[in-house]
């Protein structure tokens, strides 16, 4: 059957009533692709699941199918959040194809070029302040409560309800079973908590199992690993640079039930995992989203991952989302030629063709 977005495809495991509207751009079913060179390279079964193919290029489409879908069933007319770019880019267009209004605040000059571009085009009022996003989030929280603007970070429980779908998929793409190890990048920690909780609604219905869940923080941005609230995060993974996660504490059980761990990765290993995913298997993810490859080699090398073992790995984000990491981190530069065919033959045959 045609696939018709979560909402449909997903009502019997979700919030959804006669009265939820069928909101949908189509998100969900995205590939889940096995890796041959890097599974062969540390010696596990690794896969990816492609999260950026969703209908505005991250998972996001996930959670914020619910939650305005919800909104609109309760009778709001306006939706709110805080963003380092991905949950704004999804809340915009969200609300534009349900007809209602968005608003976005965002860390000035933080976030990614494609996110920014995305919200432009999808009509969303946007509001860049002088801060980063722990202070974007309290600011929009409290405006939330004294105002009947819908809050839809995920603090609002439609977003894990939608996001946890994406568990259900691997199973069903792992041909009913769960991986032996989840790898997942956390920023906010809303979709770890929510893949946990797919993951273990999954397996009471499905007896699918449970992965062990390992989540990935930025070194620059890890609060939970290092159990104290950043003031100042860094990293070049804009995506995740949060220092004061929301749902800390149900990531934290999510790692200890699932007997994982949450880990740190630096901004190094998460470029050189970025590179090498494009480079060797043709995946391009944005770099907050190759943290989960970067802890996986972090983690295939302590021992932490067993050779062997079934892994899947979350890419949160299309590459395209930030072309000028990407400009930035690669060594390859366009050659300058005149246009003329015995210079580039010269060149490709002194150059390429050796
Ligand atoms: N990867 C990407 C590409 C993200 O955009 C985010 C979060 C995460 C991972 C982390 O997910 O917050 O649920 O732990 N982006 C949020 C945003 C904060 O505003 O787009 P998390």
């Given at each position: 059957?045609?696939?018709?977005?979560?909402?449909?495809?997903?009502?019997?495991y979700?919030?959804?009533?006669?009265?939820?509207?069928r909101?949908?751009?189509?998100?969900?079913?995205?590939?889940?692709?096995?890796?041959?060179?890097?599974?062969?390279?540390?010696?596990?079964?690794?896969?990816?699941?492609?999260?950026?193919?969703?209908?505005?290029?991250?998972?996001?489409?996930?959670?914020?199918?619910?939650?305005?879908?919800?909104?609109?069933?309760?009778?709001?007319?306006?939706?709110?959040?805080?963003?380092?770019?991905?949950?704004?880019?999804?809340?915009?267009?969200?609300?534009a194809?349900?007809?209602?209004?968005?608003i976005?605040?965002?860390?000035?000059?933080?976030?990614?070029m494609g996110?920014?571009a995305?919200?432009?085009?999808?009509?969303?009022?946007?509001?860049?302040?002088e801060?980063?996003?722990?202070q974007?989030?309290?600011?929009?929280?409290?405006?939330?409560?004294?105002?009947?603007?819908?809050?839809?970070?995920?603090?609002?429980?439609y977003?894990i309800?939608?996001?946890k779908?994406?568990?259900?998929?691997?199973?069903?793409?792992?041909?009913?079973?769960?991986?032996?190890?989840l790898?997942?990048?956390?920023?906010?920690?809303?979709?770890?908590?929510?893949?946990?909780?797919g993951?273990?609604e999954?397996?009471?219905?499905?007896k699918?199992?449970?992965?062990?869940?390992?989540?990935?923080?930025?070194?620059g941005?890890?609060?939970?690993?290092?159990?104290?609230?950043?003031?100042?995060?860094?990293?070049v993974?804009t995506?995740?640079?949060?220092?004061?996660?929301?749902?800390?504490?149900?990531?934290?059980?999510?790692?200890?039930?699932?007997?994982g761990?949450?880990?740190?990765?630096?901004?190094?290993?998460?470029?050189?995992?970025?590179?090498?995913?494009?480079?060797?298997?043709?995946?391009?993810?944005?770099?907050?989203?190759?943290?989960?490859?970067?802890?996986?080699?972090k983690?295939?090398?302590?021992?932490?991952?067993?050779?062997?073992?079934?892994?899947?790995?979350?890419?949160?984000?299309?590459?395209?989302?930030?072309?000028?990491?990407?400009?930035?981190?690669?060594?390859?530069?366009?050659?300058?030629?005149?246009?003329?065919?015995?210079?580039?033959?010269?060149?490709?045959?002194g150059?390429?063709?050796?």
């Amino acid at each position: 059957m045609r696939w018709q977005g979560l909402i449909q495809q997903y009502r019997e495991y979700l919030p959804v009533t006669n009265e939820t509207p069928r909101l949908s751009l189509n998100e969900g079913n995205t590939p889940l692709l096995p890796l041959h060179t890097l599974s062969e390279q540390l010696g596990i079964e690794m896969y990816v699941k492609i999260e950026g193919a969703n209908p505005t290029g991250s998972f996001k489409d996930r959670g914020m199918v619910m939650a305005v879908a919800k909104a609109v069933e309760e009778g709001s007319k306006t939706v709110i959040c805080a963003s380092t770019g991905n949950t704004s880019a999804a809340a915009a267009a969200y609300a534009a194809r349900a007809g209602i209004r968005c608003i976005i605040v965002i860390p000035e000059g933080k976030i990614a070029m494609g996110k920014l571009a995305q919200a432009v085009m999808y009509g969303a009022e946007i509001i860049s302040i002088e801060g980063n996003f722990d202070q974007a989030l309290k600011i929009v929280r409290a405006l939330s409560e004294s105002s009947p603007i819908t809050l839809v970070n995920s603090v609002n429980p439609y977003r894990i309800e939608g996001q946890k779908t994406a568990a259900f998929e691997i199973c069903v793409q792992l041909g009913g079973t769960a991986p032996d190890v989840l790898a997942i990048p956390v920023g906010n920690a809303g979709n770890i908590t929510a893949y946990w909780k797919g993951f273990k609604e999954y397996n009471e219905r499905h007896k699918t199992g449970l992965p062990e869940m390992h989540g990935f923080e930025a070194e620059g941005s890890a609060a939970i690993v290092r159990n104290q609230i950043i003031e100042n995060p860094e990293t070049v993974a804009t995506a995740i640079r949060i220092g004061n996660p929301a749902s800390w504490i149900s990531a934290v059980k999510a790692a200890e039930e699932s007997n994982g761990k949450i880990d740190e990765v630096s901004d190094s290993e998460i470029l050189e995992a970025y590179k090498l995913l494009a480079r060797n298997e043709g995946v391009f993810a944005e770099p907050g989203s190759c943290a989960s490859i970067a802890g996986i080699i972090k983690q295939v090398k302590s021992g932490e991952i067993k050779k062997g073992s079934k892994v899947v790995a979350v890419l949160t984000g299309n590459g395209l989302k930030d072309p000028n990491i990407a400009i930035e981190a690669s060594s390859i530069k366009p050659v300058l030629l005149p246009c003329d065919e015995k210079v580039i033959y010269e060149h490709i045959r002194g150059a390429v063709l050796h």
